[in-house]
């Protein structure tokens, strides 16, 4: 709780640590594609057996089948909702026929409602755990610490959040298709 009020107890060592930490994840996840490849294999290796385990190997896998055909067939970075004025979630115009009626089938209107209240559709966990998005040059360790900032944002969310964000939402959605069947 100290940590989390008033920071670091060295503060003159935070910027040097936070700027290493960002360096190593720039050069071994941030840019790197086999890092995003990497991240896609949770689904076959986590997700696909514990949903098999319940509802057995054929049905989890179409359901998992049917789920990333809808979250990875849009060209809007997995986004298939928008947002109306009253609240309510519509399918994009940009989804193909067959991505929305597998959504008004699913009556996904209710999963992503209740995804999108606890922020796991866009929130990506790399962006916070590099403490990118933290206010204050000086905070950030002046000129280099913006820069890595910047480079460390991109790199966050470049394959291996979009990896991340795909295989979150895939999973909510087979999982929710396998409960409702």
């Known amino acids: ?19 290493a930490n960002q360096l190593a994840f720039v050069y071994t996840i941030g840019f790197n594609v086999s890092s995003a490849i990497v ?21 989890s896998t179409k359901a998992i089948t049917r789920a990333s055909q809808i979250v990875g067939g849009t060209s809007d970075r997995y986004d298939l909702f928008d947002l109306d004025a009253n609240g309510n979630y519509t399918a994009k115009d ?17 999963l992503i409602k209740a995804a999108a209240e606890q922020g796991q559709l866009t929130k990506a966990f790399l962006p916070d755990a590099l403490a990118v ?8 360790g002046g000129i280099m610490g913006s820069t890595l900032d910047v480079i460390s944002n991109v790199g966050a969310h ?21 409960s409702l069947r």
């Open 158 to 178: 470049f394959g291996f959040a979009q990896a991340e964000r795909f295989n979150r939402q895939t999973a909510m959605v087979a999982t929710y298709d396998l």
């Open 94 to 110: 940009s989804l193909s026929d067959g991505q929305k009626k597998m959504i008004k089938d699913m009556n996904l209107e209710v």
């Open 1 to 19: 709780a100290n940590f989390a009020i008033n920071g670091a107890n060295r503060k003159g060592m935070e910027k040097y640590v936070k700027n």
């Open 39 to 59: 991240n896609l294999s949770q689904i076959p290796l986590v997700v696909l057996p514990y949903l098999s385990s319940r509802h057995g190997l054929m049905a």
């Open 133 to 140: 998005h933290e206010q204050g040059r000086a905070s950030r």
